[in-house]
């Protein structure tokens, strides 16, 4: 089992910027691949980013492709979101997934263990 806690969402300005956070417990979490997804009012929880379990391939989705970042500290069981440039589209929940694994995945479906989500409100 992995336990997976997001933070660091919160009210932006559009072009502002906000990282998020995921804090992981539980089995090892270097060998595991991880993502984030977010989800709008709705909407279908979408893709936004993800990288295998070194972080040595990662994926972006063509909206944030450029402007957000995903990153992970392997030593504080932490993956990052870093997020620039932001926009009102980018208003959302946003989740962290874990998978267990060293291939990266950018299907939901992929994904065996999530967090409970952080609110991210970009105002125009």
């Known amino acids: 089992q992995v336990q997976l806690v997001e933070s660091g969402g919160g009210l932006a300005q559009a072009g502002g910027s906000l990282r998020l956070s995921c804090a992981a417990s539980?089995?090892?979490?270097?060998?595991?691949?991880m993502g984030w997804f977010r989800q709008a009012p709705g909407k279908e929880r979408e893709f936004v980013a993800a990288?295998?379990?070194?972080?040595?391939?990662?994926y972006y989705a063509d909206s944030v492709k450029g402007r957000f970042t995903i990153s992970r500290d392997n030593a504080k069981n932490t993956v990052y979101l870093q997020m620039n440039s932001l926009k009102p589209g980018d208003t959302a929940v946003y989740y962290c997934?874990?998978?267990?694994?060293?291939?990266?995945?950018?299907?939901?479906?992929?994904?065996?263990?999530w967090g409970q989500g952080t609110q991210v409100t970009v105002s125009s």
């Open positions: 997934a874990a998978r267990p694994g060293t291939g990266v995945a950018v299907k939901r479906g992929s994904y065996d263990y």
């Open positions: 539980g089995r090892t979490f270097s060998y595991y691949a």
């Open positions: 990288f295998n379990w070194s972080g040595s391939s990662t």
